[in-house]
C-alpha cells in the first residue's frame, strides 16, 4: 500500500480500526490472475500477539483451494470515504480529492480444524449481534443440530497470520488549519452518513479547532 508519512496510522491504530469495521475483501492470485471475495471476519491473536484473522468462504469459492499455508494473501478493509470539492477550502488553487480510511493485511492462510469452526462463527456473530443492542443477540443455539451440520459442511473456515499491517488515513492532514476546518464542516453539513464520519474522524484528529463559525479559525487550548 502506497502511503505517504502524515497517512500512516501506527500498527495498533490499524489493527483496531481493522476489528472495529470487521468487513473486508480477501484476494489471492491464482498464477494468473486476482481471485477475491468480500466478507466478514473477526481479528484475534496467537499466543506470541501475532494477529490472526478468521473468517469463512463457501466450500465452492476457489479461494478455499488455496489456503496451503504458505500463499500469501491480502484482506483490504476499508472504512467510510469522502469526496471533497475544491471550492470547499477557503485558499485558492486547490484541487478535489478522496478522504478515506483502509487498512490492508496480509499474511498466509490455512483451513480451520472442524474443532475450530463452531467456535469461530460463535464468535463472528457474537461480535456483529453486539452491534444491535439493546436487542437479545442471536445465536447458533436457535439453529437446529441437524441444520447446522449440513451449513458448517457447505463452507470452509480460514485463518490468516497476518504478517503485515498497512495503513491509510487519509484525512487531508496536510491542509492548513483553516482549509481543514472548513472542509470538515462541510462533510458534517452533508447528508451523506460516510462524509459525516469522515467529517467526525478529522475533528477528533485536530479538535482545536473551530468548527461552527462560517470561517473556520483555530481557538484557544483555554
Same mark, same amino acid.
Given at each position: ?5 502524515? +497517512? ?8 483496531? +480500526?481493522?476489528?472495529?469495521? $470487521? ?7 491464482? $498464477? ?8 466478514? +471476519?473477526?481479528? %484475534?491473536?496467537?499466543?506470541?500477539g501475532t494477529p490472526l484473522a478468521a473468517f469463512h468462504v463457501a466450500r465452492g469459492n476457489p479461494l478455499a483451494n488455496f489456503a496451503d499455508g504458505t500463499s500469501s494473501w491480502l484482506l483490504a478493509v476499508n472504512?467510510?470515504?469522502?469526496? &471533497? ?11 478535489? =480529492?478522496?478522504?478515506?480510511?483502509? /487498512?490492508?493485511? =496480509?499474511? /498466509? &492462510? ?23 443492542? !439493546?436487542? !437479545? !443477540? ?7 443440530? !441437524? ?11 480460514? /485463518?490468516? %497470520?497476518?504478517?503485515?499491517?498497512? $495503513? ?5 492532514? %496536510? ?7 472548513? /472542509?470538515?464542516? %462541510? ?11 469522515? $467529517? ?14 462560517? =470561517? ?7
Open positions: 500500500m502506497y502511503t505517504p508519512p502524515l +497517512f500512516k496510522p501506527d500498527r495498533a491504530a490499524a489493527l483496531g +480500526f481493522a476489528q472495529a469495521r $470487521g468487513f473486508g475483501t480477501v484476494c489471492v492470485s491464482d $498464477g494468473n490472475k486476482p481471485i477475491a471475495s468480500s466478507l466478514p +471476519f473477526i481479528l %484475534t491473536s496467537a499466543d506470541d472504512g467510510a470515504d469522502a469526496y &471533497v470539492s475544491a471550492d470547499w477550502y477557503l485558499s485558492p488553487d486547490q484541487v478535489p =480529492t478522496w478522504l478515506y480510511q483502509a /487498512v490492508h493485511l =496480509t499474511g /498466509v &492462510v490455512r483451513k480451520q480444524s472442524e474443532q475450530e469452526l463452531g467456535p469461530h462463527l460463535d464468535a463472528l456473530s457474537a461480535k456483529f449481534e453486539n452491534w444491535l443492542a !439493546p436487542k !437479545p !443477540p442471536w445465536t447458533m443455539s436457535k439453529v437446529t443440530a !441437524p441444520r447446522l451440520e449440513a451449513l458448517k459442511k457447505a463452507i470452509v473456515g480460514l /485463518v490468516m %497470520t497476518v504478517e503485515e499491517v498497512e $495503513g491509510s488515513f487519509k484525512l487531508n492532514q %496536510t491542509k492548513s488549519e483553516v482549509d481543514y476546518a472548513a /472542509v470538515a464542516s %462541510t462533510l458534517l453539513q452533508r447528508h451523506d452518513e460516510a462524509a459525516q464520519t469522515i $467529517g467526525k474522524q478529522m475533528v477528533a484528529l485536530r479538535p482545536h479547532l473551530d468548527y461552527n463559525s462560517s =470561517t473556520p479559525v483555530s481557538v484557544s487550548a483555554d
